[in-house]
């Protein structure tokens, strides 16, 4: 079995969130999704940041009662 590759390029990291490439781009650019690091020119994106994204989502509060103090964000990302 192949491992999972590190780093991801945004159409590929769009495919991990079920988004267009185009959605993907903006989640990146209003802070909802991290930034990616860039080597060189080249932007990419490190799947375990992405990952803790899913699962800082997961992990919060569901009840308006709960919502008192915003769960940690992935390096880059705003609070939802």
């Known amino acids: 079995m192949e491992e999972p590759k590190v780093?991801?390029?945004?159409?590929?990291a769009a495919e991990l969130f079920s988004l267009a490439t185009s959605t993907f781009r903006k989640?990146?650019?209003i802070g909802i999704l991290p930034s990616?690091?860039?080597?060189?020119?080249?932007?990419r994106w490190r799947r375990a940041d992405l990952l803790k994204v899913v699962d800082d989502l997961a992990n919060r509060p569901t009840t308006a009662s709960?919502?008192?103090?915003?769960?940690?964000?992935?390096?880059?990302c705003r609070p939802l």
């Open 36 to 43: 990616p690091i860039h080597i060189g020119r080249v932007a």
């Open 27 to 29: 989640h990146v650019r």
């Open 7 to 12: 780093l991801l390029t945004d159409k590929e």
């Open 66 to 76: 709960d919502r008192g103090a915003a769960p940690d964000t992935a390096p880059g």
